[in-house]
C-alpha cells in the first residue's frame, strides 16, 4: 500500500465519525470539544488533560484526536459490553483484574484482556503527556536509571529500540520489575506490564501504528525519537516513587 492509498483509506474509514479530516484547525477545534460518543456503563473515556493539538509537532492533532475519541473509546464500549456480561469488571480495580486474569471467566478472558488492557495503557500513555515539563527525569528515578542503564541517553535508546523491536503491534516501556529493579521492556498487543510478569509501568509509549501513521508513517523510529518530548518526568517520577515504594 503506498501512502496515497493508505490515506485515502484512513480517511474513508475516519470520515464518518469524524467529519472534518482537511486540517483546518478552527474545524478542528470543533471536533476536538465534541463530546465523545459514551456508551451506559461503568467504563467513562477519561479526558485528556490538554488540546489535542497540545503535543504538536511531537503529535498531531489529528492523530490524537483519532486515538483518544476512536481507539480509546472502542475499548470503553467493549468494557461497558463485558461488564453486562460480568458486573465485577467494572467493580474492581483495572490492576487487580490485568494482575490476575484467572479471576475473569474464561469465555470472555481475552476480551477482557485486550480491551481493560487497552483502557489501562491509554489512561496511562495520555496522563503521561504534557505539552511542557521538563525534558529529562530528576532525583531517585534519575539516579536509578543511571546506575541501571549508564545514563540518561543509553536508557533512551534502549527503550527506542524496545519499541523499534516490537514486531508488530505494541508498547514499549519502562518498568520497575516484581525483584524492584529497573528495566526495559516491550509488551504485544494491548499487554500492561502488568500481564504475566507483574511488572510496574513508569513510562510506556503506544507503538501501533495508529499511535504515529498520519505523521511519521513507517518510520517508528522518528516518532519514537520525537515522542521523548512530550514525556512528563513529574508523573513518571510518581510512578517510580510507588512503584518502588
Ligand atoms: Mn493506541
Known sequence: ?????????????AAAA?????????????????????????FKLPALGYAYDALEPHIDAMTMTIHHTRHHQAFITNLNQLAGRWPELGTMAPETILADLGKVPEAMRTAARNNLGGHWNHSFFWDLMTPGG?????????AAIDQTFGGF?????????????????GWAWLVVTKDRKLDVINTPYQDPPLIDIGARAVIGVDVWEHAYYLKYQN??????KSWWNTVNWDKATGHFKRAIA
Open 1 to 13: 500500500m503506498n501512502r496515497r492509498q493508505s490515506l485515502k483509506l484512513m480517511a474513508g474509514t
Open 134 to 142: 521538563v525534558k529529562e527525569p530528576t532525583g531517585d528515578l534519575k
Open 153 to 169: 541517553t543509553q536508557f533512551t535508546e534502549k527503550l527506542n529500540a524496545a519499541g523499534v523491536g516490537r514486531f508488530g503491534s
Open 18 to 42: 469524524v467529519p472534518v479530516l482537511v486540517g483546518q484547525r478552527a474545524a478542528f477545534a470543533q471536533v476536538a470539544m465534541a463530546a465523545p460518543a459514551q456508551t451506559d456503563g461503568p
Open 219 to 224: 518510520r517508528r523510529a522518528d516518532y519514537l
